[in-house]
Nanobody
């Protein structure tokens, strides 16, 4: 059974940092594209960041570019999202997602595997 388990969420003040982790089990994602998405209260889930499974090329939503960094540890089958200079509008449930292919997508409908999410709350 494939599982993605997020951790590292919490409550932080504006300007602070958090590092989210996504640990995968049940299959190797070492050559798979991985992504992070988020869903704020009353809003649809949106793309945050993605990383290519081969080249490790990354892409970000405009709202987080320059503040968030996606990375991976293939040996540990884990993906990270380093979030710096957090803002209250970053408050959301953050989801890790994986593809069965190496190339990235900003569209959630192309991701076959999903975690349960971790809450990030940024206070002003």
């Amino acid at each position: 059974q494939v599982q993605l388990v997020e951790s590292g969420g919490g409550l932080v003040q504006a300007g602070g940092s958090l590092r989210l982790s996504c640990a995968a089990s049940g299959r190797s994602f070492s050559s798979s594209a991985m992504g992070w998405f988020r869903q704020a209260p009353g809003k649809e889930r949106e793309f945050v960041a993605t990383i290519n499974g081969i080249s490790e090329t990354t892409a970000y939503a405009g709202s987080v570019k320059g503040r968030f960094t996606i990375s991976r540890d293939t040996a540990k089958n884990t993906v990270f999202l380093q979030m710096n200079n957090l803002k209250p509008e970053d408050t959301a449930v953050y989801f890790c997602a994986g593809r069965s292919t190496y190339y990235t997508s900003t569209s959630q409908r192309f991701y076959e595997y999903w975690g349960q999410g971790t809450q990030v709350t940024v206070s002003s």
